[in-house]
């Protein structure tokens, strides 16, 4: 069994097409064909059923494809570890981040070291849900906020702080709470991968719980953001979203004499898998990028 079979196989169900399986291989049509050909007649199996119209994995290719595509990965794994002990950084680097910290500041800090590094292949999937490392296939995710998930093994990037905030026109009209029994009722802007309509706070070592309002629940930092400045509610938001807004005014912070918790930004990688040069050559690029406190809080 040639990897190249493998490989010419595993790109033809992820690309949908032998054509377009061509053109990621850089060979001919024909060749495609001829490699699937020779894995079948090796494996004794059919693995795609093709018409003029549509490419159909069988339930052998279903079978085959799980253990396909992880032999693709541990091969490009042996060569991107051979590669770092001759300190060469090169080969894939899966990652997942959110939405609105991967626009606004991982992908500026990525940039450069890509630039510095062009031999690594880096996948970043940028998704607000609480992705599954190990069975989404990420060498990585980055997380920010508390990670519940026992079998991720965390290391810290940055702090993130969190304020209320709310445009000047909402508390035109609905008043500036000074005190979370004041907070109580105010229209809120949540985030539902945090889950109820409330906010958290610590004074004192206490966790002190404020049920606001039902107003408008989000699943991205960036439209939590715009809805505040759009005057229909108060918002907890971290301060790597909002810094600009609070900076130009359109945005002001409220007070209500305790804090939000402090939260860390965090790179984590499955337990029990060993993390790769490149990706703890990119954890400290990226803690040096932030800064310490980061830059999102400097001013």
């Known amino acids: 069994m040639k990897l190249e079979g493998i490989a010419t196989f595993v790109s033809v169900v992820e690309s949908g ?3 377009e399986a061509a053109r990621r291989l850089r060979v001919s049509r024909s060749v495609v064909s001829e ?3 020779e894995l079948e007649r090796t494996l004794g199996a059919s693995l795609l059923q093709r018409t003029t119209r549509k490419l159909t994995v069988t339930e052998d290719g279903k079978a ?12 490009e794994d042996a060569t991107a570890d051979l590669a770092e002990r001759r300190e060469s950084l090169r ?18 800090a990525l940039y450069p070291f890509l630039d510095r590094h062009p031999e ?4 970043l999937d940028l998704d607000d849900r609480r992705v599954d490392a190990s069975a989404d296939g990420f060498d990585a995710v980055i997380r920010h906020g ?8 965390a ?11 709310a445009a000047p026109s909402y508390v035109a009209q609905f008043g500036l709470p000074t005190s979370p029994a004041e907070l109580e009722g105010h229209r809120g802007i949540f985030y539902m991968n945090r889950g109820g ?13 404020v049920h606001g309002r039902f107003g408008l629940v989000l699943n991205n930092g960036d439209m939590m953001r715009d809805a505040a400045i759009a005057g229909l509610g108060i918002a907890l938001l971290p301060t790597f979203i909002v810094g600009d807004a609070l900076r130009s005014g359109v945005l002001i912070p409220i007070d209500i004499g305790i804090e939000a918790e402090t939260e860390f930004i965090y790179i984590a990688h499955p337990d029990g898998q060993h993390p790769s040069t490149k990706l703890r050559v990119l954890a400290d690029w990226l803690r040096e990028a932030f800064g310490s406190p980061p830059y999102w809080d400097a001013t």
Not at 64 to 75: H, S, W
């Open 17 to 19: 097409s032998l054509s």
């Open 35 to 37: 490699r699937l050909m």
């Open 64 to 75: 085959f494809l799980a253990r396909a595509i992880r032999i693709m990965r541990e091969v």
């Open 91 to 108: 080969g894939p680097l899966r990652i997942s981040a959110p939405v609105t910290f991967g626009r606004m500041h991982l992908g500026p």
């Open 120 to 123: 690594i292949r880096l996948t």
């Open 146 to 153: 508390p990670i519940p998930d026992s079998y991720l093994v």
């Open 155 to 165: 290391w810290r990037l940055a702090t993130s702080r969190r304020v209320l905030v």
């Open 197 to 209: 309509a409330d906010w958290r706070f610590v004074q004192q070592g206490r966790t002190t719980v």
